[in-house]
């Protein structure tokens, strides 16, 4: 299902993106890394309506 899907991926790109911010020594190198990447890799569609966005993006989490 797509939702199962989106979760998996966010969650193992999430992963990926802290083993790499491991890589650094300080935590500021760490968190300016994970800033840096995850601003890399978003893409925004500014037609897409933001509540349709936010809506998407918290669902999309895995509080469990």
């Known amino acids: 299902n797509d939702i199962n899907n989106a979760k ?5 790109s999430a992963n990926k993106i ?8 300080t935590d500021f190198e760490k968190e300016k890394y994970v800033h ?5 890799i978003t893409d925004y569609d500014s037609n897409e309506k933001l509540i ?3 809506w998407y ?5 895995d509080f469990g």
């Not at 998996?8 to 193992?12: D, I, R, S």
């Not at 840096?36 to 890399?40: G, H, L, V």
């Not at 993006?57 to 989490?61: F, G, K, V």
């Open 57 to 61: 993006n918290i669902n999309s989490l």
């Open 36 to 40: 840096d990447t995850i601003i890399n």
């Open 8 to 12: 998996y991926l966010f969650n193992y």
């Open 52 to 54: 349709d966005l936010i």
């Open 18 to 25: 802290i083993e790499n911010a491991n890589n650094y020594s």
